[in-house]
């Protein structure tokens, strides 16, 4: 009976061109790829900000569970990147460098944004259906100790006196949110959606406005996850993000033609 269903169901995936199963190459990561990727990641949220030491070598491979030498590879790995740079001595380490060190120009910037506009693009879209899903989640679910986590994030945020200091802080606010959801795919999503955002949101005109109006946006948002107020903090947040979205959408459509005039001196 069930080999005959099983083989009822392999027929009726061979009729029908819809239900293909769909095989992709495997990429074979090693070890020191593994570590390079998560490091990248932190950098990439700006979790690790620039200027940061990296733990010493001997603490990455406790942390990652690797041998030292793994360490090396992925710290090499790195530095040919240009994400990381690595001073002998005394006061040595692996220091994380800052983007324009990392990438030399601005136009690189530009044009490594304008390349990819479809996708972030795309990560603006799907952040206004994930951000307010998970604030509406987090009202629910936050223990106390994971809302003073958000709230020392929006107390950092509005203390920050420099840009970059103050998109840290934004991002662990909005990771700080996605942790107290309790729920790991919302976590992941969220860390995604952010990361192909950086980029961009690094190169948005910041003003003394635009982070006070961002800094009272995450206290309000703050105040209805305190009051368990699902609904509320949804549409707190969806407001939060949609003016964000906004202004990148219209960076996107700017940049087409600066990266237009960065290829021009490229060449
Ligand atoms: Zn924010």
């Given amino acids: 009976m069930a080999a005959m269903a099983a083989g009822q169901s392999a027929d009726a995936s061979q009729n029908d061109p819809d239900v293909q199963p769909i095989f992709g190459a495997i990429e074979q990561q090693r070890a020191h790829e593994h570590v390079a990727e998560q490091i990248r990641r932190q950098i990439g949220l700006g979790i690790i900000a620039p200027g940061d030491a990296l733990p010493p070598e001997r603490e990455l491979a406790r942390l990652f569970g690797v041998g030292r030498v793994t360490i090396q590879l992925a710290i090499g790995m790195l530095e ?3 994400l990381i740079t690595t001073r002998r001595g005394r006061s ?6 800052a983007p324009a060190e990392q990438h030399g120009t601005l136009d690189f910037r530009v044009l490594e944004v304008a390349q990819s506009a479809d996708l972030i693009r795309e990560a603006i879209d799907f952040r206004e259906v994930i951000e307010p899903a998970a604030a509406h989640a987090a009202a629910r679910s936050r223990t106390k100790r994971e809302l003073a986590a958000i709230s020392s994030a929006a107390e950092r945020m509005a203390a920050a006196s420099t840009d970059a200091e103050f998109m ?7 990771l700080a949110i996605a942790r107290a959801t309790g729920n790991r795919f919302l976590v992941e999503a969220i860390e995604q959606a952010r990361l192909h955002l950086n980029s ?7 003003s003394q406005a635009w982070h006070e109006m961002s800094v009272s946006e995450h206290e309000a948002i703050l105040d209805a996850l305190a009051r368990r107020d699902p609904d509320t903090a949804h549409d707190l947040m969806y407001e939060h993000v949609k003016g964000t979205a906004r202004s990148v959408r219209a960076l996107l459509k700017s ?9 021009k001196r490229a060449q």
Avoid at 92 to 97: E, I, K, M, R, Y
Wanted: glycine content about 6%; proline content about 3%; overall charge negative.
């Fill in 80 to 82: 040919a990147d240009q």
């Fill in 92 to 97: 040595g380490g692996s220091f994380v460098l």
């Fill in 168 to 174: 840290r802080e934004d991002t662990a606010f909005h």
């Fill in 200 to 206: 961009v949101l690094a190169l948005l005109p910041d």
């Fill in 255 to 263: 940049l087409d033609a600066k990266a237009a005039q960065a290829r």
